[in-house]
């Protein structure tokens, strides 16, 4: 790659906002070139109207750089939008319509038809949906990728090693969630000491639905949900990254739990093969101790961009069960999407 | 009663040890006669051994109250015990065979075929094992009962409802539970502060087993467990008191989650018909509130002596799924063994 | 007192509002008959536009009293106001203008000069400045009075002994302050899991000049501030209920420690002289233990309503240095209006 | 250097000793040889007897390293100890009589009068000791240099500008520490949800007693202690590394606010002179946000080996009072004992 892929983030002041530009840092193909954020702020200083907390300064190279509105024209090839909700669908239609590549971290292009929702390791093929989305919206060069929620990803992640050595027919989950996943205020501390709060709105859906597309099978330009169910409970604990969740599964057909570790420690997908330059060695890891994995020790493996499972063991009830933890401001949203970019530029869908 | 019950209790200067002290203070039938501790401690002045953390001083009935040690002899009726898994076996059942009505919350004796595990709303009937222990071991006044396991006990009572309305037939449950079910000094900080550890030695298993003795059926003075699977996965949380558990359960037979709720709000068991000093009004409460039960809001309802549910609705999977809450060193532990008393003093076994 | 004195609650959805409502039931002299929120709640019921979380449910008393908004007119005697500073002047003084006994834990009048700043155990003689309050503003029968800061109120109720037994020259504390003093939402859990913050706006200038008010002389209508310097560094701290305060004092006078804790342990006040319903029955309440206080052990003593002092030691630059601890919702802010609004009563100023 | 200086670490399996093994993966001078730990660890692979923490897991080159016992003869040239005080002070001897030079964070040697307690950008000079110190326990090529307590070190390490340009005489601090200074499993989580310890025993005199000998002046091999009076109150908070530090200081001279940041921002010693491997190119940051320096935004700057201070600003009792942060057990101690090594052999101390 001569020159590096200039980029574009959206909603760059924010908790993900800040971990894109922190990861991006360095990035062997793309330069961050633009940093956007609400209209009023266009035009200031980016150190000026950024409360920076991802590390413990801001990166040089973003300090001074002048924050560009979201109404105010932008020139980068790629565009990694962390938007809320709400707000994203139409900023992330219109600028994949002026012909630039969107990876969204954004709920709103999620359950889309055409909008491929993927993680690189796990349904790199539904890529090729991108054909589909171009003919319906006559775009000849934008297109929008969304990665699926923070808890999604995570379950997911660990899921698929499982899903292809021995198919998945029920999948119960409870979530512990880091309060990073809220972003910025977000959860009070008085919900936060000497608490949990056992609900997540709309996560629970998400986990369920988002599952779905992501296994399902991309037949004609369409994808068909995958034939599995999905049942989680969510809460939030006073973590502040890795999401931590127990999994039990009804697989497809038996296995012994040897060989479900090691379908899990033998695991490598699309983004290992090309050797994507944010892909984790392992994007499985399998912890051996009784009592991992655990956020303070764990969320950081593989730069944080693995799932990494524990405790796997029998279910008295299904047929296997075990804990997986994810960063979920890293593998589950910022890295997540650049991920995605760098699967989809090594796939010629950006030029 | 005339004249109240002389108690003591074993373990006085642990976690559970002071929990019991000071639930047992101005109770209408029993008086706290002897603080039992190792041999050690015996002869000294109770306040001088204990480092009392339960509330902000030692009351004052126990304060100079001499201590004994496991090893001197014991004048109660009632004896509560909160003594260590491994030494407790031998203790209990010694002071059994020597009259006492002991009423253990030690893991040891649970499990025993002859010695009735007992919630009072959940299977008061088992009670008359006594008669069998009595034979057995040829005791014409003592007796041992047990109470289940802290996370066990929340989990039973919120399910017995639905048993008794539907029939359950599995049920997952994925637990929070709070660090003072590992007594003092239990949990390292460093284990919860940012962090969660997804593992509690022998915890599952407790629940896993614990659950079909006192769900089974009573024939022949011999209990056969229920015909229920259960699967659990535990967790430790930077939460004092108060254990958190996700429960889906697919029932015996259809029931409305309009039912199911139903079924919660209208509990009520043996101890309320009875009116027993200890019972909470409402042993099951149900929060309508999204975002409940919470720890820090809902673990000193009904005084610490209910199990609180909430979020009471569909599983994609099995029927029904839920969120139960219960103070695990009240109702969970020390307060599990007082009514459990209670109930043995009404029902004439103690004399 | 044959009837209960009408009672308003200002701010009554907030935090401090809740506790005022939650320490007022059942209170012998006071009945609250209005609860006051923004005009755009007038005419709900209190249950409905409340996120109550000072305890587990809506005492039954308040929960289906319909709210007022704050142009509404008002009919109690006493009005408690946890209004936000900025619009707590112009109200506060409205109503006390309309001859109601308002009874502010606001900030705005707090350093107004003809506005006693008053704690009941400390300078219970600054009631008087009422004539000259009155006098001043053509009132026959409103009044205000406001009490400290939270941080300011447990500093102070500490010092009192010594400055009436040695008196105080300079007086350095630096504070640990729990989360509930910023209400709610308040501080982000961000903030709060693995951090502390060193620094709360304007927290360091309140404690610095209400001392020196409370402490102030009383001479013909005016306030002359008392002749000590304060110097405060304040931090935030992952804790729910409880600011805890380093203090290093210079005396005016040698004491010895065994004096100064003599000092602490006998100290009462108007309040306990006048026996007032709120007052405790020890309002310096002395630990002898090596790791007191601690704010889930001694926030709670004398029900919220004593300052808890341990530690008491040499200090190597000045005299003598200690640790102080108190609730900071309950005699840091309602709890104090309250009081103060008992001695009031009781000393005739309102009728 | 040609040939890396092998190194020994003593407590190798502790939480210390961890950093050490961390601090020292790819040093360009020192390579870690030998892993010490209890006499009965003695021959076991170091993976197998060490619960590692510091990190997701331990680094290759320890993993398979067979642990030394105490009483086992050692190679090294260099010795870094992280032995519990009590049985330091012996083994330390020993080794530096058997020519090895100790390196030890052991509070045992601290304040030893031949041995420098030492931070080299502070007291450099005290290196100088070590001819004393050879000389009164007649060894040739041994050595025993010790750092400071954790929470002395980042005190005196932001005292030494301002001591340096305008001369301290009273120094009062209250101090905010992490739980990871007590080690594991250390300080029990009961003690630290919803809660502080206003007690860390031994610790305020240790910072009031070690400051008067890191400031002292070394004349004919004696440190004459500084004329520095200094007053510490230390608690423990909810924090799992970065010790906080509010401080008020009464200087020799006049000095504005803006000539002490600037004292504190252009700061240099010897460390950066030499250009040793592990000095921060800051040892003293500081930072301008009104509420930093924060543990979790700030403890890793200049990874880990800075003190961090903020909110500079004038004391109305004082003259000058900040915060100041620092990693507990980087530069507080592992990260000290390597720097101290790296200037004795610069300084050519060792061969």
Redesign the interface.
């Known amino acids: 790659m001569a020159e590096k892929i200039s980029v574009a983030v959206l909603g760059a002041t924010g908790s993900v906002g800040q971990r894109f530009i922190q990861l991006l840092q360095g990035h062997p193909w793309f330069a961050v070139n633009e940093l956007v954020a609400s209209d009023r702020s266009s035009g200031q200083r980016y150190a000026d109207v950024t409360d920076w907390?991802v590390?413990?300064?801001i990166p040089e190279s973003a300090r001074d750089m002048p924050v560009k509105g979201l109404s105010d024209p932008l020139e980068s090839t790629i565009v990694f939008s962390s938007l809320p909700g709400g707000i994203a669908l139409e900023v992330e239609n219109r600028l994949a319509g002026e012909g630039k590549s969107v990876f969204t971290n954004a709920s709103d292009n999620r359950m889309v038809p055409d909008v491929p929702l993927m993680i690189p390791e796990v349904n790199p093929d539904h890529a090729s949906l991108i054909n589909t989305q171009r003919k319906n919206r006559g775009w000849d060069k934008g297109l929008i990728v969304a990665n699926p929620n923070c808890s999604t990803i995570h379950l997911i992640l660990a899921l698929k090693p499982i899903w292809d050595a021995f198919g998945i027919e029920?999948a119960?989950t409870?979530t512990?969630q880091a309060?990073?996943g809220a972003g910025?205020?977000?959860?009070?501390?008085?919900?936060?000491?000497?608490?949990?709060?056992?609900?997540i709105?709309g996560e629970e859906e998400k986990i369920?639905s988002e599952t779905l597309k992501i296994f399902g099978s991309l037949n004609g330009g369409e994808i068909s949900p995958a034939p599995v169910?999905?049942?989680a409970?969510c809460?939030r604990?006073?973590?502040?990254d890795g999401h931590?969740e127990?999994v039990?599964l009804k697989l497809g057909k038996q296995a012994s739990i040897d060989e479900v570790i090691d379908a899990f420690a033998t695991f490598s997908g699309r983004p290992q093969e090309l050797g994507l330059p944010s892909a984790p060695a392992h994007p499985v890891v399998v912890r051996s101790q009784?009592?991992?994995?655990?956020?303070?020790?764990?969320r950081?493996?593989e730069n944080g961009m693995a799932s990494i499972v524990?405790?796997v063991r029998e279910?008295?009830?299904?047929d296997v069960?075990f804990?997986v933890?994810g960063h979920n401001t890293i593998r589950g949203a910022a890295g997540a999407s650049i991920l995605n970019a760098e699967l989809l530029v090594k796939e010629g869908y950006i030029s």
């Open positions: 907390r590390s413990d300064s029920l119960m409870t512990l309060v990073s910025y205020p977000g959860v009070p501390s008085l919900d936060m000491i000497d608490n949990i709060v056992p609900y709105g369920e169910k999905v049942s409970q809460t604990v006073p973590v502040r931590t127990s039990s009784a009592d991992r994995p655990q956020p303070v020790l764990d950081d493996a524990g405790r279910c008295p009830i299904f069960k804990m933890l």
